[in-house]
DNA sequence: CGACATCGTCTAAACGTTTCGACGACCGGT
DNA sequence: ACCGGTCGTCGAAACGTTTAGACGATGTCG
């Protein structure tokens, strides 16, 4: 295998002129350029990896943590992998990858042993202990997602807010009057996760702005739990047998209380999940159930969902996590500390609308 | 950063010497190796990943190509990522993660710039670039999956044979006197897939071997053709619209062809099913439909599928290709190539049985 | 016509390991 | 007492780059 020496042999000139030649770091003449290139085409030469880090101060690999936690949606997990593997590979970068069980020891070994330049830190979770190691290790890192203590960290995420703020404007414009959003269980929201209170005051705030009642439901797991709630929300009032209602929050146009009679010409006709996979179908389950159909009797919108809503009977209309767009941005942030020094931010990314057709004007009746 | 000049100076020794008595590769006196270990803890030293690969003979990295094709099943695509980076991870290697869009490229790349020391390639197809492109490359390669053309390289995969073996043994121990293997579309087997036709061939050379009446039938893949053909082997006869069963090959205990009448004593009650997900799914639907229960009236098995079987309704008895199995050996192999020389095989794993309870004895009266 | 920047190239010093060969110390066998 | 061998250690030469510094040659501007 050719090295830079045969290649500067060949060529006739020294060996720092060819590397000079490669990576343009200083002008060389024309002719001899050329020549450089002819060598370099001749020989097959490709730079050595290792004498390239050693030499050179970068490794040009970056690692990529990936949990695969069991709660996970494989392709949209794969979908992220593969978008942080392209985006590398346009800045010239390779990617290792690290798994679960070697979370934060091989985080440790490959960052002291400088075997990459940067983490890419995938799937992060409120309490995650790859935020506090990343930031002690002192590696330029980009996290997708933020961590209960973002601090001194560059993270990348979707804008909660604008998300939510997005699916009540859809609602809105389609002519809805009541609006209403099913949540996280109670928990979610006790434990502090970000986004999920995030995108509920994005939704309620946004809501208010455009003058439109708009009622906030925590949802349970379980599939009485979620059908109460439902019912709750649809009846516009508290109608569940758990009494779920009694976790709502109803909000006039002023920002105020607004409570609905059972069966009130209020009850929303707009309807915004932000939940799980399985939540979401218990939902659909429940209003075909009800007789009722989508987009005709009900909009609904999948808030921010991490899977596929395209397959769901009907389909909804979602704002998902779009994997290459915070992933590209991810890795910019990544390069961009190893010269320029990035300052430590949280990063939103613009919520783009998925249309599947689960939103219409409301049937004029309601 | 401590390098292991640091760590030669606070120990008093040389560097060669540390370097002996980190790798073990010559023998240290007791109270020597106590010094070393203590300044390596004191200064928390790592040997650094550029000066290790420039100066030995490894890399310690191995490339992983795993195309993302759109029929993959994500989460079996992801356990086998996994399953390579921990197998890797046990033989103190890193992984280097390879996508589709640069399948020849990125292959090409790392392993003449010397990155790797070998590579994994993942999701074989009959035929596939990537395997012609490692035999050229002389680099150290373990394929999981056989390629049209395995000359030259090492192959990792199910024993399909042994797959479709266990399979009749299950139905014939279980009481099962006539059985029938539903198969890929014809195009599969005309194109000459390898295990396809290995898995048929097992199937019909066990059965024999067993003295059990088998049927096997291709089964194309939208819903009318596969419920004719599902309809086909149970009515014993050709019965499907589309005369499903010209596809079919009727073998007695000797070899010979059997045809059975419609509403045959002979008609099959164990099904075989070797196909992809939606045929399975679409052919436990018309079985439900024809008002049969699995295992009551017949036992059903999914030959080695690359999917769950245990969500669906009901679960199937499954022989699955098991990540964990094939990646391993994968990299052990790739390894071996590194200091023994390995010669080029097809190296087949032992097929498990996974228990679902689709298998059960037949009904007295069938 | 000097002063001075710029261009093009070279020499040489890093970068941090591994590993070969050498060498003294010590041991056992003759 | 001598020889061969193993043990423990060291010095030095790789491995293949990048890059700072030096140095003529060439061009520009006063």
Same mark, same amino acid.
């Given at each position: 295998m050719a090295n830079?020496? !045969?290649v500067a042999r060949v060529a006739g000139v020294s060996i720092s002129t060819v590397s000079y030649a490669l990576s343009g770091k200083r002008p060389?003449?024309?002719k001899t350029r050329l020549r450089? !290139?002819?060598?370099v085409r001749e020989l097959d030469y490709m730079p050595n990896a290792a004498g390239r880090m050693l030499g050179g101060t970068r490794t040009r690999i970056f690692a990529l943590t990936a949990p695969l936690r069991n709660d996970t949606y494989a392709p949209a997990h794969m979908a992220f992998v593969l978008a942080v593997v392209t985006a590398a590979r346009a800045h010239d970068y390779d990617v290792l990858l690290l798994t679960e069980d070697e979370a934060t020891g091989g985080l440790r070994r490959v960052s002291s042993s400088r075997l990459v330049d940067g983490i890419i830190v995938l799937d992060v979770s409120v309490n995650d202990e790859r935020a506090d190691l990343v930031r002690s290790l002192g590696v330029p890192a980009a996290l997708i997602g933020v961590p209960g203590n973002a601090e001194g960290l560059v993270c990348v995420d979707l804008d909660f807010e604008a998300a939510a703020a997005l699916a009540v404007d859809r609602l809105v414009d389609a002519g809805h009057t009541s609006l209403a959003l099913l949540g996280h269980p109670r928990a979610v929201y006790e434990r502090g996760s970000n986004f999920p209170m995030r995108f509920r005051d994005g939704f309620l705030a946004r809501a208010a702005e455009r003058? =439109?009642?708009?009622v906030f439901t925590m949802v349970e797991k379980d599939s009485p739990q979620i059908r109460a709630a439902l019912g709750g929300v649809l009846d516009g009032a508290p109608g569940g047998a758990e009494g779920a209602a009694t976790d709502s929050v109803h909000r006039g146009a002023t920002g105020g209380v607004h409570n609905g009679a059972p069966g009130s010409a209020h009850a929303p006709t707009g309807i915004v999940v932000h939940a799980e996979e399985g939540v979401h179908k =218990?939902?659909?389950e429940e209003i075909a159930h009800r007789g009722l159909s989508i987009p005709a009797d009900l909009s609904v919108i999948a808030g921010v969902p991490t899977f596929d809503t395209s397959s769901f009977t009907p389909a909804l209309d979602s704002i998902p996590l779009i994997p290459v767009d915070s992933?590209? %941005?991810? =890795?910019?942030l990544a390069v961009q500390q190893l010269d320029g020094?990035?300052?430590p931010r949280v990063e939103l990314v613009?919520?783009?609308? %998925?249309d599947h057709g689960s939103v219409a004007a409301p049937r004029p009746g309601s």
């Amino acid at each position: 295998m050719a090295n830079i020496h !045969d290649v500067a042999r060949v060529a006739g000139v020294s060996i720092s002129t060819v590397s000079y030649a490669l990576s343009g770091k200083r002008p060389i003449g024309e002719k001899t350029r050329l020549r450089i !290139d002819e060598a370099v085409r001749e020989l097959d030469y490709m730079p050595n990896a290792a004498g390239r880090m050693l030499g050179g101060t970068r490794t040009r690999i970056f690692a990529l943590t990936a949990p695969l936690r069991n709660d996970t949606y494989a392709p949209a997990h794969m979908a992220f992998v593969l978008a942080v593997v392209t985006a590398a590979r346009a800045h010239d970068y390779d990617v290792l990858l690290l798994t679960e069980d070697e979370a934060t020891g091989g985080l440790r070994r490959v960052s002291s042993s400088r075997l990459v330049d940067g983490i890419i830190v995938l799937d992060v979770s409120v309490n995650d202990e790859r935020a506090d190691l990343v930031r002690s290790l002192g590696v330029p890192a980009a996290l997708i997602g933020v961590p209960g203590n973002a601090e001194g960290l560059v993270c990348v995420d979707l804008d909660f807010e604008a998300a939510a703020a997005l699916a009540v404007d859809r609602l809105v414009d389609a002519g809805h009057t009541s609006l209403a959003l099913l949540g996280h269980p109670r928990a979610v929201y006790e434990r502090g996760s970000n986004f999920p209170m995030r995108f509920r005051d994005g939704f309620l705030a946004r809501a208010a702005e455009r003058g =439109v009642p708009a009622v906030f439901t925590m949802v349970e797991k379980d599939s009485p739990q979620i059908r109460a709630a439902l019912g709750g929300v649809l009846d516009g009032a508290p109608g569940g047998a758990e009494g779920a209602a009694t976790d709502s929050v109803h909000r006039g146009a002023t920002g105020g209380v607004h409570n609905g009679a059972p069966g009130s010409a209020h009850a929303p006709t707009g309807i915004v999940v932000h939940a799980e996979e399985g939540v979401h179908k =218990v939902i659909l389950e429940e209003i075909a159930h009800r007789g009722l159909s989508i987009p005709a009797d009900l909009s609904v919108i999948a808030g921010v969902p991490t899977f596929d809503t395209s397959s769901f009977t009907p389909a909804l209309d979602s704002i998902p996590l779009i994997p290459v767009d915070s992933c590209v %941005r991810a =890795v910019e942030l990544a390069v961009q500390q190893l010269d320029g020094t990035v300052e430590p931010r949280v990063e939103l990314v613009a919520p783009k609308y %998925r249309d599947h057709g689960s939103v219409a004007a409301p049937r004029p009746g309601s």
